[in-house]
């Protein structure tokens, strides 16, 4: 059982890393993470250990890496990394990497991924990690990389697919009911 005391000494850590984090980041990040942000936010950092927040407002830059956990209310930032937790109950984002746990109600929409994706749907550029969900695609056709997706309607290049439908263009067989597989050599890049 957690205690309460553990649980309170962890998220004063956090405040305090997350503090000393804004001592220590450079006016030359903070200027230029200000000029992409796309949100209203109440601290700049090039990073985060933590990421709260409700579009249009969040506690840090939406473009902030996160190294620890994001939540989002309804819609997530525009982080550029996520190592770690995130959270959102729509549409959650990540426009370069994404290591770790990601949840999202609806939508998720990420770059590379090389953790867990667990979204209705899920759009991922390159995938080396787990995408879950009922449709599982890439954001302009084929998902590159050699990860696994599960869903209903699965399309990549490589990897391995379970599902109702699954497109793997560089197959065997491109179209295959219940499972498909090949590997992408294009996405050792």
Known sequence: MIKFKSVLSVILLIIVFSICNITYATETTIADTKKESHCFHLFSASWTPIQ???????????????????????????????????????????????????????????????????????????????????????????????????????QATGGLQIGLINYNSNALIPWMPLFNFSFDNKSKE
């Open 52 to 154: 709260l927040s409700c579009v249009p407002v969040s506690l840090f830059d939406d473009r902030s890496d996160i190294y620890g956990i994001n939540i989002a209310l309804w819609l997530g930032t525009f982080p550029n990394n996520v190592y770690g937790f995130s959270y959102a109950g729509i549409a959650n984002f990540a426009w370069k990497k994404h290591c770790g746990i990601s949840i999202s109600g609806i939508w998720m929409v990420m770059r590379d991924n090389y953790g867990v994706s667990i979204a209705p749907a899920n759009m991922v550029h390159k995938n080396n990690g787990l995408m879950l969900g009922l449709i599982n695609i890439g954001p302009m056709g084929d998902t590159m990389g050699n990860g696994i997706q599960i869903g209903l309607v699965n």
